[in-house]
């Protein structure tokens, strides 16, 4: 009756692993979502935009008062500006943003790509599209990007390329010097780039984010996505934004005004005036973080495991290579079932998963306590 336009695809990892965890009480380190609540004074703004009068549709691109929030925030905290009408685009979730910019960038016959391991929603905008997934790995173990094997895996027919910094599953981040390699290649292939920044504040040790937007030469040629949900711990809320050059940015609202059409009218207003009130709010974030990947790290001393350094993100690496050499998909299931701790594996990120990689990935976005009995479990183990 029907021919799946993705044969491949079944439920996502995350759903299926916070599935169990639940069906078996385990400790959930699995889905990225923070199980401690958001700021105190967003709450309090949702509950004015609640009893406020604007209950009907925003802006198709997403209310003024957000935008010029988040226009003020990339100036602050990038010393960037961007023009709040042309630029940027309020979508409900990063999600979508990637949908629209790749589906507005690629067609049939065009080749898009991704760097693995990676974010599962990148291939199938690239295959719903009609265009090839070309998966370029990154550094088996720094997780780094190979510049020699991405410019042998660039023909004629690339037209786009999806980075994520701070990257989802790893914690690796880029480097300037790697933004500086985009910027060149980008510019000699004539490449657009789709840069997934939704970890864009959850930076460790010292280090600093480069977004595109820093970049004049990928600035002109990038769709940066960021996420509401990752900065203010409100993933539910399912707000993200697209910043972007007008030219893009144009082609990127005609597909979102047929995919959503808007985001919600008082969670943008909530978030406006969060940001409007708090703008130190972000840069708060990283020190928050970075205690609870340290409770994490040192809580796993003496376990049997070994750590990937985790740069960014609120993710964290291990290694279970000295104990046991089972497929990560089915060791985490099991040891969900009989540990009680719930993760996710990392070949799911991949499309031909490194042979003898065997490495899972934990979320520390969690209460200290929630962290302290994971490690305790894992100690167990
Ligand atoms: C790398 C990456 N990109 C995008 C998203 C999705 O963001 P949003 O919830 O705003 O759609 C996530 C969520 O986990 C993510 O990890």
């Not at 693995?116 to 173990?141: F, K, N, Q, T």
């Not at 991405?150 to 004629?156: D, E, F, H, L, R």
């Not at 740069?311 to 089915?330: A, K, M, N, R, W």
């Amino acid at each position: 009756m029907l021919t799946s336009k993705l044969p491949h695809v079944g439920t996502t990892i995350f759903t299926k692993m916070s599935a169990l965890a639940a069906e078996c009480g385990a400790i959930n380190v699995s889905q990225g979502f923070p199980d401690f609540s958001p700021p105190e004074a967003l709450l309090g703004a949702l509950t004015e935009a609640a009893h406020s009068a604007q209950h009907q549709y925003p802006p198709m691109m997403g209310m003024q008062s957000l935008r010029e929030a988040i226009a003020a925030q990339v100036l602050k905290y990038r010393g960037v500006l961007v023009d709040e009408i042309n630029e940027i685009t309020i979508l409900p979730g990063a999600t979508e943003g990637i949908y629209c910019a790749i589906t507005a960038s690629v067609t049939t016959g065009d080749e898009v790509i991704l760097l693995d391991p990676c974010y599962d929603s990148y291939e199938p905008a690239v295959l719903l599209s009609g265009a090839v997934p070309v998966h370029v790995p990154l550094h088996p173990e720094t997780f780094a990007p190979q510049w020699d094997l991405i410019g042998n895996a660039i023909t004629s027919r690339t037209r786009m390329i999806v980075i994520n910094s701070p990257h989802n599953p790893t914690g690796s981040i880029w480097s300037d010097a790697d933004m500086r390699q985009l910027e060149h290649l980008a510019d000699h292939h004539d490449l657009l780039v789709c840069s997934d920044e939704v970890y864009e504040f959850l930076v460790f040790d010292g280090q600093r984010h480069h977004s595109v937007l820093d970049y004049p030469g990928l600035r002109a040629r990038s769709f940066a996505h960021f996420s509401f949900g990752k900065t203010f711990s409100v993933t539910g809320w399912k707000t993200g934004y697209c910043v972007a050059p007008a030219a893009l940015t144009r082609e990127l609202r005609k597909i979102h005004q047929f995919v959503c059409f808007v985001g919600v009218t008082p969670i943008q207003l909530a978030l406006a005036n969060f940001m409007h009130q708090h703008p130190e709010y972000p840069g708060q974030l990283a020190s928050d973080y970075q205690a609870r990947r340290d409770r994490l790290v040192n809580g796993l001393r003496g376990s049997r495991f070994k750590l990937t350094p985790s740069s960014g993100t609120y993710f964290q690496l291990i290694d279970y290579s000295d104990v046991t050499d089972e497929p990560g998909l089915e060791l985490a299931k099991r040891w969900t079932r009989e540990q009680g701790i719930a993760t996710i594996p990392l070949e799911p990120f991949y499309a031909q998963p490194p042979a003898g990689q065997r490495k899972l990935r934990l979320c520390f976005a969690k209460n200290l306590t929630t962290l302290d009995d994971a490690a305790e479990r894992l100690c167990a183990i």
